[in-house]
């Protein structure tokens, strides 16, 4: 996450869709893809994809979003989720993830749940719904006092330069993106070069102010 700053976040009820997501995503650059846990049967989709990436985007780490408890993390992990994160904070969920040493991302929404998450053995704290919240002054605020947090931003994040400058600047480690790098007409078209070609800029300008 701190090394391409960028986390597509994704879902869809048919499986070669999710797999077109995840090939575009890995053909613009990107490197991590969260799979979001939405839908009857979502699981079932991740197991699949998981098997099916190991082979045809090498190099790409799949993790589970929307997660918010600690039964479905436990699950994730069984199928093998390199990386949960969730909407909110529970404290079960980190002793489902820390004792298999794999990062949990919780959603956090003031400087307490901030500062609890990493009591708890987070790395990187979601800030969710990040516009809402307060935006980058809310980040750089956070980090005046707490200069060792490292934020991952969703929610208000544009695939813009204007955007990710405020973001980035603020001194967020990574953004998350959903329906943003995803658009639905671009979808309806299949168009998933665009796609990849819109994930690849997005990592340019990412890396104007991460290098």
Known sequence: MAATGLVPVFYHADLDVVKQAVKAGHAGGARLFEFTNRGDHAHELFSALERWAATE???????????????????????????????????????????????????CGSVTEIGLAQELGAEIVKIFPA??????????????????????????VEPTEENLTQWFAAGVTCVGMGSNLFPKTLLARGAWDEIARGIENVLKIIKKHTS
């Open 57 to 107: 985007c090498p190099g790409m780490i799949l993790g589970a979003g929307s997660v918010v408890d600690a039964g479905t993390a436990s699950l994730y992990l069984q199928l093998g989720a390199s990386f949960i994160v969730g909407p909110l904070l529970n404290p079960d969920v980190f002793k489902v993830c820390n004792r298999r040493q794999v990062p949990y991302i919780p959603g």
């Open 131 to 156: 516009g809402n919240v307060g935006g980058p002054s809310f980040v750089k605020n956070v980090l005046a006092p707490m200069p060792w947090t490292r934020v991952m931003v969703t929610g208000g």
